[in-house]
């Protein structure tokens, strides 16, 4: 083999290796152009994934819409927007406003232990009730009208029983002391009373009220929802400092105990709402 040869297959090879390094040279910058562009994407999407995130976070809660809704006021109400609520006689002469909350525990308790007492008296006409239900357990702030996050049981039982005041005062009752009784009434932590079917389940111990289909419908198309809020916005811009619950009122004065606390007792009870009768 002569020397030009030689050096011509040097020459050959140099080239065929060039070649190859610049082949590689560009898979290698293709690659990397790739892995460039999915890792943008992959920020982009997270960018975009965070950015959703916000967006729904920062968008109006069901019950924040339904604050501006119309309301809808259930039948056997007066006042403005129907959250005047009154039970009893007409003719009885005072009248005792019940402040509650559908999830309050306390307010369980006295209607367990109190409740057939205060419906005795009712009944005799010894007074009238004025309901004034309240829904802070579910997080909403005492006279703000904010809306929590601790649930949302409160606002919807307290629609629920808007549907049942609709179909009479009486199966307003039964129903508010069937959600309030040991069988029915969940531990404050747990937010049952935001299921519609336990609602109506519970509603179907109440005879006006069991498979009453238009109550049934008004608590699963929420109804009396706008109602509810209107009813807890009066809660929370009562004239009585009332903060808590159970809490009773008589002619504008609390009915406490003999040590300033709710009475929870049956004579508890007659005490206090004797002296507010006489008073």
């Not at 690659?31 to 994934?49: F, P």
């Not at 009813?231 to 009773?248: A, I, Q, R, Y």
């Amino acid at each position: 083999m002569s020397k030009r040869n030689t050096q011509a297959a040097k020459t050959a090879a140099r080239e065929r290796l060039r070649v190859e390094r610049e082949r590689q040279a560009k898979r290698a910058k293709a690659k990397r152009q790739v892995i460039v562009a999915a890792s943008a994407i992959g920020v982009l999407a997270a960018a975009g994934g965070i950015g959703y995130a916000v967006v729904q976070a920062n968008k109006p809660s069901y019950w924040e819409e339904a604050k501006s809704d119309k309301v809808v006021a259930p039948a056997n109400t007066t006042g403005t927007d129907g959250t005047t609520v009154t039970i009893g006689k007409s003719t009885a002469k005072k009248t005792l406003k019940v402040y509650e909350d559908p999830r309050c525990p306390v307010c369980a308790q006295f209607e367990q232990v109190v409740g057939t007492t205060v419906d005795k008296d009712v009944e005799d006409g010894k007074f009238k009730i004025q309901y004034i239900g309240g829904t802070f357990l579910d997080g909403d702030s005492l006279g703000q009208g904010k809306i929590g996050s601790n649930g949302e049981g409160s606002k919807n039982a307290m629609s629920a029983m808007g549907a049942a005041l609709n179909v009479s005062t009486e199966a307003f009752a039964e129903y508010k002391t069937a959600l309030y009784s040991a069988k029915w009434h969940p531990e404050e932590t747990d937010d049952k009373f935001k299921s519609d079917d336990y609602l109506i389940e519970v509603a179907n111990t109440v005879s006006a009220l069991k498979n009453n289909k238009a109550f049934q419908n008004d608590v699963k198309n929420g109804t009396y929802d706008a109602w509810a809020l209107a009813m807890s916005k009066t809660f929370d811009t009562n004239k009585e400092d009332v903060t808590g619950t159970p809490s009773f009122v008589m002619d504008g004065k609390k009915l406490v105990t003999s040590a300033g606390n709710q009475p929870m007792t049956v004579e508890e009870f007659n005490t206090a709402i004797d002296a507010a009768l006489k008073g």
